[in-house]
């Protein structure tokens, strides 16, 4: 019985390559859109024979189910873990206009046209929207500002909406007002970001009780 070259080599080749078909992928939604990233041109970008994309993925959309499991999830664990020991809102705002940001948004946009892989991008908004409420309550809590007054989860959603609208726009070309816009959230996040004693006491909470995430606090447990 004869196998294919793919079949014979190492796990970690193998490894490699799949993620290699993964960030091509993502690099392609977000420089191109979703409708670009076919097998061929996936192929191309990822530097591999284009029958190896189906050999690792059955079809495109398991393909796309992988890369929004993976990488915008990886980005967020990463995030996560940091934001108790630095300036949460301020991370949270770089974070809701990443890369990745934009990716999710080509995300959206495919789910209304491929029904296999909404249920993935429900479950990582809904990871993703837990860890912007939790950096935004970390911040306003330490600041004494009211949180019924002050919904943290509508908080986080204007401020990711904003950041995401402007890197939309940036993308089309559309300028006005985004200097405006940034010099007012960042002049709203220097108003509200956590103090620094605080941001101490969390990342020595975190340390000293790795396994306590309360409902204040993110940690990388938050997407599990």
């Given at each position: 019985m004869s196998h294919s070259p793919t079949d014979e080599r190492p796990p970690v080749g193998r490894e490699a390559t799949?993620?290699?078909?993964?960030?091509?992928?993502?690099?392609?939604m977000?420089?191109?859109?979703?409708?670009?990233?076919?097998s061929r041109r996936v192929a191309?970008?990822?530097?591999?024979?284009?029958?190896l994309v189906h050999y690792y993925f059955p079809s495109m959309d398991d393909l796309f189910v992988?890369?929004?499991?993976?990488r915008p999830?990886?980005?967020?664990?990463?995030?996560?873990?940091?934001w108790p020991s630095r300036k949460p809102l301020h991370a949270l705002w770089q974070l809701s206009g990443a890369q990745d940001a934009q990716l999710f948004t080509e995300f959206l946009a495919m789910a209304n046209h491929r029904k296999a892989i909404r249920s993935e991008i429900i479950s990582?908004?809904?990871?993703?929207?837990?860890?912007?409420?939790?950096?935004?309550?970390?911040a306003l809590k330490a600041r004494g500002v009211d949180l019924e007054s002050f919904p943290p989860v509508v908080m986080s959603m204007i401020m990711g909406s904003?950041?995401?609208?402007?890197?939309h726009e940036q993308?089309?070309?559309?300028?006005?007002?985004h200097d405006q816009a940034r010099a007012f959230i960042e002049q709203c996040l220097d108003r509200f970001e956590m103090p620094a004693w605080d941001q101490q006491r969390a990342a020595t909470r975190q340390l000293s009780e790795p396994g306590r995430a309360s409902e204040s606090e993110v940690t990388s447990t938050t997407l599990a």
């Open positions: 799949r993620e290699a078909l993964i960030e091509a992928t993502a690099q392609i977000v420089d191109e859109g979703y409708a670009a990233a076919t191309a970008k990822a530097g591999v024979k284009a029958a992988q890369c929004c499991a993976t999830r990886r980005t967020c664990n990463a995030s996560a873990r940091r990582y908004a809904m990871r993703f929207r837990d860890i912007e409420e939790g950096a935004m309550t970390l904003l950041a995401r609208m402007v890197l993308g089309l070309g559309i300028t006005r007002g």
